[in-house]
Nanobody, 121 residues
Framework: QVHLVESGGGLVQAGGSLRLSCAVS??????MAWFRQAPGKERIFVAG????????YYADSVKDRVIISGDNAKNTVSLQLNSLRPDDTAVYYC????????????????WGQGTQVTVSI
């Protein structure tokens, strides 16, 4: 059973940055991804990679502002969010699956509890 725990969310002003982390336990060789869900909206893909941070892929809407990275030794995957905008406000979720380059939530088997990111004007 894979267990994912996110951290690093918070309140930030527009234009600022945040670094989210996801601690992974209970499994290896998974494809890792970050999704986000704003109130009243569906959960959407943000970025994905292998646990080591290789083969990174991004949603077109954020690819110039986010970086996904991984650390096999620490079993963590991180998401650097830059130039944040109010419409980036959402709960950000870490997910683990087996299909590289997958962008649909249904392709991911394990989910963290989420971490709130709020961007103020």
């Amino acid at each position: 059973q894979v267990h994912l725990v996110e951290s690093g969310g918070g309140l930030v002003q527009a234009g600022g940055s945040l670094r989210l982390s996801c601690a992974v336990s209970g499994g290896t060789n998974y494809v890792m991804a970050w999704f986000r869900q704003a109130p009243g909206k569906e959960r959407i893909f943000v970025a994905g990679s292998t646990l080591s941070g290789g083969a990174a892929y991004y949603a077109d809407s954020v690819k110039d502002r986010v970086i996904i990275s991984g650390d096999n030794a620490k079993n963590t995957v991180s998401l650097q969010l830059n130039s944040l905008r109010p419409d980036d406000t959402a709960v950000y979720y870490c997910a683990a699956g087996r299909r590289l380059f997958a962008r649909q939530p249904a392709n991911y088997d394990y989910w963290g509890q989420g971490t709130q990111v709020t961007v103020s004007i």
